[in-house]
């Protein structure tokens, strides 16, 4: 592959970008002191920056190339579609060959009966709509006072207003009037800092009965739905106990509630399974679709609705819409998309091959004396850092030096991986192949020894009390 050559200095692209940019969940006034690192190409799982470093992504961007990057297919049926159809709306009774195409894709790739799609542009907008769409329904079903919405502590559902409600993270909340009213959360199902003396079994149990606590503390005929990500992702990738789901699926059955599996990273592929709910078992009502849509070559997401709240939503004009709901060139590239991962059976691939593979490898980083526990799904995987492997326990510094510590280490071993306080998460495209997670895996041993030595020369190495 080509350096690409033709643009300007680094120095100058990071200067007019500071100057001018202001970048998502960012203090841009150190960013502008550091200078952003600029990607200027990619290709399968490889990005090259401005000064023609090579660095494994084993974030698939944001959760989202699962398709991997650099496919002309994609590329093609964009500007196909931009030929012929750039845009039209979907509002006033119209409609396209895209959106139509794509609508009925998902409503066979889709478990259960979720045969319909409401089109947004991302999860925070499709998430925005499932809150609409719940509310909606229980008015319609002539239970007005159905309005709250149960979510949990440290999930994310995106950042509007309505999506970083539903979402938990304290962070967010703090700025600005979050959450809005009609939204409450309960615990997540995280073990191993949360789990005390407690098996994972019972704790997961134990996790799963807030949602009946809460129902009973609110009243059934209060609440609207219960929200919640299969799997944690930007919570640090929390693989939930094996108790929890079938708990909660029992609860939501016996409760006269809704449930939305917000699938914006477990979708498509990240599981090993299409959706995290096959992977789990689970029958929403609502899942919230996006990122690995597209593999993120254009920007879209919806919400798949069952058969039973479509008719009931249906029956009058719901108020609700997005000027690019269905985008025609999001949909023909999302529809491209979804036919590679089909035709190359990467989904299976990843479910009896490279998941497999990748997990044996990821869980020898458990030895690693840094490392207190490795979880992985599919091709979604976290480990915990810590200063003693003989207790679950945080560092005594403040949740994030350790793991921002590490994760420095990984972005100057051209490895990009993330970090959630002080875990270890990746979610690489799903078309990894062996070879390239040999060289995750070394890059990912030589970063945490790297880090550890640095944890220990800077006095981190201490667990709190
Ligand atoms: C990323 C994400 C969202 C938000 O999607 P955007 O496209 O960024 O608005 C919602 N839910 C989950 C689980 C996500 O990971």
Not at 414 to 429: G, Q, S, T, W, Y
Request: negative net charge.
């Amino acid at each position: 592959m080509n350096k690409i050559t033709n643009h300007m200095p680094t120095a100058e692209l990071q200067a007019l970008d500071a100057a001018h940019h202001m970048h998502p969940f960012t203090a841009n006034a150190d960013l502008a002191k550091r200078g952003a690192r600029i990607i200027t190409q990619a290709d399968g799982v490889t990005l090259t920056d401005s000064e023609g470093e090579k660095i494994l992504d084993a974030m698939a961007g944001l959760w989202c190339v699962n398709i991997g990057y650099g496919r002309d297919e994609l590329a093609d049926a964009a500007a196909r579609q931009m030929k012929e159809l750039p845009y039209y709306n979907t509002f006033f009774m119209s409609s396209h060959v895209p959106a139509i195409a794509l609508a009925d894709k998902l409503a066979d790739l889709a478990p259960g009966d979720l045969n319909h799609v409401f089109f947004a542009s991302g999860g925070s907008e499709a998430n925005d709509t499932n809150i609409r769409l719940v509310r909606r329904y229980w008015d319609l079903m002539g239970k007005p006072g159905k309005k709250t919405i149960i979510s949990r502590k440290n999930a994310y559902h995106g950042t509007s207003m309505g999506a970083a409600s539903l979402g938990g993270m304290q962070g967010m909340h703090a700025q600005g009037g979050m959450p809005i009213p009609d939204i409450v959360h309960i615990g997540q199902p995280y073990w191993y800092l949360e789990g005390g003396d407690m098996s994972p079994e019972d704790f997961g149990l134990m996790r799963a009965h807030e949602l009946e606590a809460k129902i009973d503390e609110l009243g059934e005929d209060r609440v609207a739905a219960f929200i919640a990500e299969p799997i944690q992702g930007a919570g640090g990738v929390i693989i939930p106990p094996d108790s929890y789901w079938p708990e909660i699926s029992r609860i939501c059955a016996e409760r006269d509630i809704l449930l939305i599996a917000d699938e914006v990273i477990t979708g498509f592929g990240r599981t090993g399974e299409w959706f995290g709910t096959e992977y789990y078992g689970l029958a929403p009502d609502i899942m919230t679709i996006a990122k690995g849509l597209s593999s993120g070559y254009a920007p879209i997401g919806g919400s798949m609705v069952s058969d039973k709240v479509a008719a009931v939503i249906g029956r009058d004009e719901f108020t609700h819409g997005y000027t690019y709901s269905g985008h025609p060139v999001a949909a023909a590239v999302a529809l491209e998309n979804l036919r590679l991962l089909e035709e190359e059976k990467i989904v299976e691939t990843v479910r009896n091959d490279t998941g497999p593979y990748l997990a044996d490898k990821w869980h020898q980083l458990a030895d690693h004396p840094f490392v207190g526990e490795t979880t992985i799904v599919g091709m979604m995987a976290s480990l915990a850092l810590t200063a003693d492997k003989s207790v679950r326990k945080p560092f005594k510094s403040d949740a994030g030096t350790v793991g921002f510590m590490t994760r420095e280490r990984c972005f100057g071993n051209n490895l990009i991986m993330r970090h959630v306080a002080d875990r270890m998460i990746i979610a690489p495209p799903l078309v990894m192949t062996r070879a390239d997670i040999d060289t995750l895996f070394e890059r990912a041993v030589m970063s945490l020894d790297q880090a550890f030595e640095d944890v220990k020369e800077a006095g981190l190495l201490e667990t709190a009390d």
